[in-house]
T-cell receptor, first 113, second 115 residues
Framework: GENVEQHPSTLSVQEGDSAVIKCTYS??????FPWYKQELGKGPQLIID?????GEKKDQRIAVTLNKTAKHFSLHITETQPEDSAVYFC????????????FGQGTILTVHP | DTAVSQTPKYLVTQMGNDKSIKCEQN?????MYWYKQDSKKFLKIMFS???????INETVPNRFSPKSPDKAHLNLHINSLELGDSAVYFC??????????????FGQGTRLTVV
């Protein structure tokens, strides 16, 4: 079955620094890779996603890169702010119309002012 | 308006009881899910329904029985609750598109505590 490894499990940065979270996946047929942010007491919320036909996608301070050959993808947050502090999850979205999301273990990001 | 809403937000109950969690989405999506988040924050799929039809049942004990009366609702009934069922349960929905997965919208979660 699908497996997603996410690192690091915790990440502490100073405000204004960049943060990078990395994930690897096992199913080479997967074609959808979302990233979710979960704030305390709330449900996960999509912040960016990427499909296997592109290698990189940006949305303001957030970017995701995908290396299909190596089966890994990364989240990059630039100019971090205290409100970026949350738990971040990568996921393997499979390749079907209503496939499940297989999540990584999560990364607790803390941005110190 | 809340896109995916779950009730109740908190649920404390004794071992052996039967309880239900309700979920409704107003996004017009045709696919709904239940995910379980354990104490270590690990999120795992339990069930998915597309147009009221069960698509995924991820080896969940049969004490858990989902019910989808229509596309906008997916409820979760749990029989004979056990201590290990304590977790946060998330409902989610998405719109199926041929050959591709799409963004899943999550509810706020239901924190279930079995004592």
């Amino acid at each position: 079955g699908e497996n997603v490894e996410q690192h690091p499990s915790t990440l502490s940065v100073q405000e204004g620094d960049s943060a990078v979270i990395k994930c690897t996946y096992s199913d080479s047929a997967s074609n959808y890779f979302p990233w979710y942010k979960q704030e305390l007491g709330k449900g996960p919320q999509l912040i960016i996603d990427i499909r296997s036909n592109v290698g990189e996608k940006k949305d303001q301070r957030i970017a995701v890169t995908l290396n299909k050959t190596a089966k890994h993808f990364s989240l990059h947050i630039t100019e971090t702010q205290p409100e970026d502090s949350a738990v971040y999850f990568c996921a393997d979205g499979g390749r079907t119309s209503y496939g499940k999301l297989t999540f990584g273990q999560g990364t607790i990001l803390t941005v110190h002012p | 308006d809340t896109a995916v809403s779950q009730t109740p937000k908190y649920l404390v109950t004794q071992m052996g009881n039967d309880k239900s969690i309700k979920c409704e989405q107003n996004l017009g999506h045709d696919t709904m899910y239940w995910y379980k988040q354990d104490s270590k924050k690990f999120l795992k799929i339990m069930f998915s329904y597309n147009n009221k039809e069960l698509i995924i049942n991820e080896t969940v004990p049969n004490r858990f029985s989902p019910k989808s009366p229509d596309k906008a609702h997916l409820n979760l009934h749990i029989n004979s609750l056990e201590l290990g069922d304590s977790a946060v349960y998330f409902c989610a929905s998405s719109q199926a598109r041929t050959g591709m997965n799409t963004e899943a919208f999550f509810g706020q979660g239901t924190r279930l505590t079995v004592v």
